[in-house]
């Protein structure tokens, strides 16, 4: 009788400590960001389309939707720009801005000025960045991005994350977005990242 005691104890202990670690662990949880208090992502220094140094640095200030992908993609790249440029000038006249930042995983074919045709059909307030392709996999790789060549030939494709990284204007990642996510929680996204 006094064993069962003590293990009937010992069970209850045990199931207190537990409960207490879960509070504890869901406390923090609802408390803490996605990306913690210091910026996402590696620091990085790239070449935007007017043949301008642009940064990790450069950034800062003001929210960030930050998207990989390349000129050349059939189809999740134009879209993404489309939907990200329609819902930012949706947003700007609601009162809030954000900064659409896209960074080639082709900069074999995508120089500065093919970047620069490519974003100014869409937005002429996209930030397009290319680089080297030693620079660009550095900064894709410390993003957590992953990109690959896919074929042969000059109408090779680009296999790569067709997630869009929103960043606070402290550079802190604030969300995603995935490629095909519902419109309406796409705005509302936005909208929260913006401050509207």
């Known amino acids: 009788?006094?064993?069962r005691t003590i293990l009937q104890t010992g069970l209850w202990a045990l199931a207190a400590v537990i409960a207490g670690a879960l509070v504890v662990a869901y406390l923090t949880l609802q408390n803490t960001t996605y990306g913690g208090d210091e910026p996402y992502g590696a620091p990085f220094t790239l070449?935007?389309?007017?043949?301008?140094?642009?940064?990790?640095?450069?950034?800062r200030g003001k929210p960030t939707a930050l998207f990989f992908g390349y000129t050349h993609c059939p189809d999740v790249c134009p879209t993404?720009?489309?939907?990200?440029?329609?819902?930012?000038?949706?947003?700007?006249?609601?009162?809030?801005?954000?900064?659409?930042?896209?960074?080639?995983?082709?900069?074999?074919?995508?120089?500065?000025?093919?970047?620069k045709n490519y974003v100014e059909a869409v937005s002429e307030d996209i930030v397009a960045l290319s680089g080297t392709p030693e620079d660009v996999a550095a900064m894709a790789k410390g993003w957590g991005a992953y990109f690959a060549k896919s074929g042969e030939g000059e109408d090779y494709l680009m296999d790569h994350t067709a997630t869009?990284?929103?960043?606070?204007?402290?550079?802190?990642?604030?969300?995603?977005?995935?490629?095909g996510e519902n419109p309406e929680t796409v705005k509302g996204?936005?909208?929260k990242l913006a401050g509207v």
């Open 80 to 115: 993404t720009l489309y939907e990200l440029a329609s819902n930012r000038q949706a947003i700007e006249e609601e009162g809030g801005d954000f900064r659409i930042v896209f960074v080639t995983v082709d900069p074999e074919r995508d120089t500065p000025a093919v970047m």
């Open 189 to 191: 996204k936005l909208e």
């Open 164 to 179: 869009t990284f929103l960043l606070d204007a402290s550079g802190r990642l604030a969300g995603t977005l995935a490629y």
């Open 1 to 3: 009788m006094k064993t």
């Open 47 to 59: 070449v935007d389309q007017n043949g301008e140094p642009f940064g990790s640095k450069d950034m």
